[in-house]
């Protein structure tokens, strides 16, 4: 995944209309709470080898086992072809917070580090926003900012 130049509300914009309002709700939450730092837009081969467009919020770098550094974001949204991902780079007390907050979010299908949205309207948005919020706050000594 390497970050790109497209400016996100562009990005939006040029969403299918089935799928835009949803991911602007979204998109606007995390902007809100990530608001300050980084949101951009990341493109390329991502995990399991599938081409993805990710808006990241709050970017930052570390290190690969193979020492190589990559730049990555603390909160990812994308669009998958019949959902809406999250991907959440935050950890508490050895737990990763998307599974910390799972029974909070709804009807959501949540991995470790992912949360997979059929319907905005099966998500706990208050919920949303505050796993977003904790996100932030623990990312809060690592985050590049700017």
Known sequence: MERTDIDVRDFLRGLPDDVRSDMETLDGII??????LDRVLFTGTFWGG?????????TYTYRRSDGKAVEWFVVGLARQKD???????????GQYLSEKYAADLGSVKVGKSAISISSIDDLDLDAFRRLVRAARGLSAEYLDEG
């Open 50 to 58: 599938s081409h993805q467009d990710i808006i990241g919020y709050g």
């Open 31 to 36: 902007h809100e709470e990530m608001h300050g």
């Open 83 to 93: 959902y809406t991902s999250v991907y959440i780079s935050a950890v508490e007390d």
